[in-house]
């Protein structure tokens, strides 16, 4: 699927939170050496999900990222560690923005929840969000919510994947807006079963709007 997308000249990938085996703590560099191979051999991102790492201060739940010259150039830790995951891992305490085909910011499944995170990123520049996610089935609809939420306040596009299996509702989502009368409307794209989807987006129609955000209105009582 990746190769498929590839050829197709897509310029960035995000793949599900942890879609090999449920809490596995993965060595990224032997674990993504054939994703690094695709990264650089058609000259794209790829961010191959988020998963446990371990780090000199203890466990985190982290997603890396492979630019087109196959190396990971960084990643981004999760936030906010979900119900049990907090007894295993370290929170993360900052919100990074990385820079290829073009700015972008990482959201890890629940940090979906908290709207800070998205606020910081777009902040520091991200131009596109993404959101590397495993949403049991039941939470998809909230989960589909809070997305759209975060792309209508910040005025950003936002790709969200998920894991499609027994337990894991899959439906990843992305996030466009267009305008109608000087109004936002989210324009929705659903992914239906295990497969790959793409969408191209106009990053100035969205510098642009960015400047009228209701964010930047608010008033504390």
């Not at 990224?28 to 000259?43: G, N, P």
């Not at 999900?49 to 150039?73: E, L, M, N, R």
Request: glycine letters at 6%.
């Amino acid at each position: 699927m990746l190769i498929g997308a590839a050829k197709s000249e897509t310029d960035i990938i995000c793949l599900p939170e942890q879609w090999q085996k449920e809490n596995k703590f993965v060595d990224f560099d032997v674990e993504f050496a054939q994703l690094k191979k695709i990264a650089r051999e058609y000259a794209m991102t790829i961010i191959p999900g988020a998963f446990y790492q371990k780090k000199k201060k203890g466990f985190v739940i982290s997603a890396p990222v492979i630019d087109s010259s196959g190396d990971i150039i960084g990643t981004q830790e999760k936030i906010h560690p979900f119900d049990y995951e907090k007894s295993l891992i370290r929170a993360g305490t900052k919100a990074r923005v990385f820079k290829t085909a073009c700015k972008f910011g990482i959201i890890i499944c629940y940090d979906m929840v908290f709207s800070d995170v998205a606020e910081s990123l777009v902040k520091k520049g991200a131009q596109v969000l993404f959101s590397p996610s495993r949403i049991v089935k039941r939470g998809i609809i909230p989960w589909h919510m809070y997305v759209q939420v975060r792309a209508l306040e910040n005025r950003i596009p936002i790709l969200a994947t998920n894991i499609q299996n027994n337990r894991f509702g899959g439906n990843g989502i992305i996030v466009d807006l267009t305008e109608d009368d000087n109004v936002m409307i989210p324009k929705i794209t659903t992914l239906h079963g295990q497969t790959t989807k793409s969408s191209s987006f106009d990053l100035s129609k969205y510098e642009k709007s960015r400047k009228h955000r209701y964010l930047d209105h608010r008033r504390f009582a």
